[in-house]
């Protein structure tokens, strides 16, 4: 594999970049401020920084009143509590009246290592289910930095899941609203992956090809709408059956989006999903995490044999750590 | 509760606290020191001289995790570490549990935790978590998603009323929590139903994430506000353990009781007070050094 770049806080010269010059947009601030990678454009325009404390719920409706104004607010904190504090909030306040509020939330899933209580494992199901709310899971720098440009038009509510801190670039190009990067064709079996999931489980992929599995890989960033043309091909060719990893619950996120596609549209291809099950997680670093959870690339390899009933003699490293691989370094400050 | 320990027994415990979690801050590479600095004598008082808790039943050693809470996991094991459940004993829930290591450290100063627990802390498996969940060591109720157990303990209370439990229910919170709307609920409801056995320690250090908190989200003044919420409330100096504790021992008349604890976050290392982020410490070069002149100790005691 080439050497991967290696990309420093991509969210904080972005955000400013983006709202410099885009008088209307505010930026919107629950007392994470540096957590968040919006100190920067708190120093370059203190005026539009509004600080709003531990004060989630508020923040939504405050969120809401501005936008009724004709104001672009940008609401920034951990992804959990974006989602679970303020979720009627977000609901009552923005989503039903349509209202363009950019929701930013840092720390999905398993990256975090505040334990269970900061741990987003159901805000894609949580927003998924919201009308009117469009859902964007970031997988690497390059769309990091590209989505906000990419969700600029919408014309209403965005949950964005954001990556910090030291971000691998796996990507080129921008992001695309809707569309999602085929990584891989392959017409035996198809993996989706989305978030961190996407850098942990190229090795895997690479290596069942090197074995001659026809593997296609789709990394998903849209997930809603879920409307790609691209990944109902890629699922029609998967002769063998689809796998979906996510840094979520299997529940309400993309191996659900996956099967309601198939439902509607008639595909009978078996469907392995692999997330959290069910279940709470705890506090760790994330190449443990990954493990303890059965979602690193040794994992993908298990599915893909057990989905084809063949065996590939694979060794792959320990979760997280090829280069692609997500950041292990220790956050600060929760 | 051990009814003979005085302001110098906690003063001891604190500067234990404080040491501890300074080489643990330093060995570890960050921490969250300051937190221990201002409630280091308010931990120690509620440990030695407040609560009235049984001997632990927790392990010395800390268990490894081995599940979250579900059908035949009962939650809350962490709660072990303040003694056996009883009708006459208090309870203890932590609200800010980004305070965890500053009360692992007091576990181990009043005996209730081996005293190397700080080597599984933020380790991979084990359950002294970094933001304690209910099985970490001292921990009754899972509340990093700030401002919650306010209302649990009101529930609790409200339990323990009906059985007509003698033990009271102590919630320690920090400062920040106070702009969270769920505690101006919680602290309507438990007037409304006169717990007078319900009682909260509050962390006053005037520091949250983004910075001093009247910069962040004014939230003074709080004696005013809470007590204009139907409680029994008394501001003291947060470092001065007898201060501290007189509140605790007047009649309640009815209302739930709110001490504010007026604490400073660099106290016992004036080298942290120019610090711009007092949320969490990780030491520059040559700060460490600083901090442990602060405490008289050295480097070989940092390195030991
Ligand atoms: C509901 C919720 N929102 C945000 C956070 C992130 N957070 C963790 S600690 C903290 C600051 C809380 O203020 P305080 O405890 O007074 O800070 P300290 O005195 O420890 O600096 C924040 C915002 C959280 N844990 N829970
Ligand atoms: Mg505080």
Request: aromatic share 6%.
């Amino acid at each position: 594999m080439s050497a991967i770049e290696q990309v420093s806080r991509p969210y904080a010269a972005s955000f400013v970049e983006f709202a410099r010059n885009r008088r209307e947009v505010l930026c919107l601030s629950a007392d994470l401020t540096n957590s968040v990678e919006i100190d920067d454009f708190k120093k370059v325009c203190p005026d539009r920084f509004i600080s709003c404390g531990l004060s989630e719920q508020a923040m939504m409706g405050v969120a809401g009143g501005l936008a009724r104004e004709g104001l672009l607010p940008y609401v920034h904190t951990f992804a959990v509590f974006v989602t679970r504090r303020p979720y009627d909030q977000v609901a009552m306040s923005i989503a039903y009246p349509n209202l363009r509020v950019h929701l930013m939330g840092f720390l999905p899933g398993l990256t975090t290592p505040g334990g269970v209580t900061h741990q987003a494992i159901d805000d894609i199901a949580l927003m998924r289910v919201l009308p009117n709310m469009t859902v964007v899971d970031c997988g690497d720098a390059t769309d990091v930095e590209s989505v906000l440009d990419a969700t600029e038009d919408v014309d209403g509510p965005v949950y964005c899941r954001i990556l910090r801190g030291r971000v691998p670039r796996l990507f080129r190009e921008p992001l695309e609203l809707g569309r999602a990067r085929v990584l891989e064709s392959g017409d035996d079996v198809c993996l989706f992956t989305s978030s961190v999931c996407t850098g942990e489980a190229m090795p895997a992929v690479a290596a069942l090809r090197a074995k001659g599995l026809s593997i296609g890989h789709v990394h998903v960033s849209t997930l809603k709408p879920f409307t790609d043309p691209a990944v109902l091909e890629a699922v029609g060719a998967a002769r063998r059956g689809v796998i979906s990893l996510e840094n979520h619950l299997v529940t309400g996120g993309l191996g659900s989006s996956l099967a309601e596609l198939m439902a509607e549209q008639a595909i009978g291809h078996r469907l392995v999903r692999m997330g959290l099950y069910d279940t709470y997680a705890h506090g760790g670093s994330l190449p443990y995490l990954l493990e303890y959870y059965g979602l690193s690339a040794r994992h993908v390899v298990d599915a893909v044999e057990r989905l084809t009933g063949e065996r590939f003699g694979i060794e792959l490293e320990r979760a997280a750590e090829s280069e692609g691989a997500p950041s292990t370094e220790k956050a600060e400050a929760l | 509760m051990s009814v003979q320990a005085t302001k110098a027994d906690v003063d001891r415990v604190a500067a234990a606290i404080r040491r501890r979690v300074l080489l643990h801050t330093i060995e570890n590479n960050g921490g969250y020191l300051c937190q221990a600095c201002s409630s280091a004598e308010t931990l120690a008082t509620l440990y030695l001289r407040v609560m009235h808790l049984g001997p632990s039943v927790g392990p010395l050693i800390p268990r490894e995790f081995d599940g979250v809470p579900g059908p035949g996991w009962p939650a809350g094991s962490g709660a072990a570490y303040n003694g056996e459940r009883g009708p006459d004993n208090d309870r203890f829930l932590l609200s800010c549990t980004h305070y965890s290591l500053g009360l692992y450290a007091a576990l181990i100063e009043v005996g209730r935790l081996d005293e190397h627990a700080l080597d599984h802390y933020d380790r991979d498996g084990s359950t002294v978590e970094q933001i304690g969940a209910e099985h970490s060591p001292g921990i009754e109720v899972t509340t990093g998603s700030l401002a919650q157990a306010l209302s649990i303990g009101l529930g609790i209370a409200l339990a323990r009323q009906e059985r007509g439990d003698r033990g009271r229910v102590w919630v320690y919170m920090s400062d920040g929590e106070l702009q969270e709307g769920q505690t101006w609920e919680a602290l309507s409801l438990a007037a409304h139903h006169g717990l007078d056995h319900l009682g909260v320690y509050l962390d006053a250090n005037g520091s949250q994430c983004d910075g001093p908190i009247y910069a962040v989200h004014e939230v003074e003044p709080i004696a005013e506000r809470v007590r204009s919420f139907g409680w029994k409330v008394h501001e003291v100096d947060g470092h001065d353990s007898d201060a501290l504790v007189a509140p605790a021992l007047e009649p309640s008349h009815g209302k739930p009781l709110f001490v504010i604890a007026r604490t400073c976050s660099w106290r016992g290392i004036p080298s942290l007070e120019s610090r711009a982020n007092k949320h969490y410490v990780r030491f520059r070069p040559g700060e460490a050094e600083l901090a442990l002149r602060d405490l008289r100790l050295s480097a070989e005691d940092a390195r030991s």
